[in-house]
């Protein structure tokens, strides 16, 4: 008999139905639970590694987050590519998984990209640079990267509900999808209109700060302020500083203090302390003669490390009027009735 005339003895719908169910997109509470759980064993681990080394890493200014990115790589780009069944101990968790189009695990070449597309975001957001020697072109670009990867991340995980890639996802060709279940990806396709509304978003926020920056400028003591930053940041040993000008006046008075407030972030030595934040207030001094119309100048001293998985500072205020702080510093007699304050 010719294999041709054998008849068929299976249902059509039982051979169907014994093929491996497409893969659809993970529950959207399931990936944020397992972020979340990540980050806290993340942040475990790099505040057990990193505190006994404070003075160290309190020396490493900006570069403290580029360690922070290398520490939290290995756990990543390891745990979410073949290696690690494309699962981290959150997703393992949760049961959810990272895998390409066919459903399979991916290599860790593509998962270190995946890791990277989305961790540079973060890590570049509150990275604390100094103002007046940043240039504009770096400060722009860094925005940009914040608010175009990570904003447009966020934007489509939340919204884009068919596939919920990030732009992370999109550049290594990802999905995190059920863990539990096994063949290739459903894919269903992506509304074109979210890109529309991502690229509005942006125009709108950098439109906003450009304006707002310019406001700001023109803006009462701010060229004052800025020059004050100006001068600090000028002084070895300061990662980035800042001054605000506060006034408050006491209960039942209509009489307001001015405060000069310099926020100085030091890469010295705890035990010299004290003896910068003279410094910093003797220049002060020296260079801002407005100063003078302050009742109170207050210095910041912060020392400390963010590494993005873990932070640490310590701070210190130092607090006189301008009149004794010049008694303090060059010996001249203080004004009548001001009375030096140490916090």
């Known amino acids: 008999m010719s294999i041709l005339a054998l008849p068929l003895t299976g249902d ?129 670009l860094i925005s940009f990267v914040i608010a175009a990867v990570g904003g447009a991340t966020l934007y489509l995980v939340l919204f884009n509900r068919h596939t919920r890639q990030g732009i992370h996802d999109l550049s290594a060709a990802t999905y995190v999808a059920d863990g539990d279940k096994t063949g290739p990806f459903r894919k269903e396709p992506t509304w074109q209109g979210h890109w529309l509304i991502i690229v509005t978003i942006l125009l709108v926020i950098t439109s906003g700060g450009a304006i707002l920056g310019k406001k700001l400028t023109k803006w009462g003591p701010f060229p004052e302020l800025s020059e004050d930053v100006r001068i600090v940041e000028k002084m070895k040993g300061v990662q980035s500083a800042g001054a605000q000008d506060l006034s408050w006046a006491s209960w039942g008075s209509e009489t307001r203090k001015k405060i000069l407030v310099i926020t100085v972030m030091w890469t010295g030595r705890s035990a010299d302390e004290e003896a910068f934040a003279s410094e910093v207030a003797k220049t002060i001094l020296q260079h801002d003669p407005d100063v003078q119309n302050r009742d109170l100048l207050r210095i910041v001293m912060i020392r400390g490390y963010d590494l993005g998985i873990a932070h640490t500072q310590v701070t210190r205020s130092f607090e006189k009027s301008p009149a004794d702080w010049r008694s303090h510093l060059f010996g001249t007699s203080p004004v009548e009735g001001s009375a030096p304050t140490k916090l």
């Not at 981290?88 to 990272?98: C, D, E, F, P």
């Open 12 to 140: 059509p719908l039982s051979i169907g139905a014994a093929l491996p169910p497409d893969r659809t997109v993970a529950a959207l509470w399931r990936r944020a639970v397992a972020f979340a759980a990540d980050g806290v064993i993340i942040g475990f681990a790099g505040f057990a590694i990193t505190v006994p080394f404070f003075d160290a890493l309190s020396r490493l200014g900006v570069y403290g987050r580029l360690l922070g990115f290398l520490l939290a790589l290995p756990y990543f780009a390891t745990l979410n590519s073949k290696i690690g069944n494309g699962q981290t101990l959150g997703k393992r968790w949760m049961h959810i998984q990272v895998i390409d189009e066919e459903g399979k695990t991916i290599s860790f070449g593509k998962s270190v990209v995946r890791y990277a597309v989305f961790a540079i975001p973060y890590y570049l957001d509150k990275l604390v640079l100094p103002t007046t020697r940043t240039p504009w072109l770096i400060s722009t």
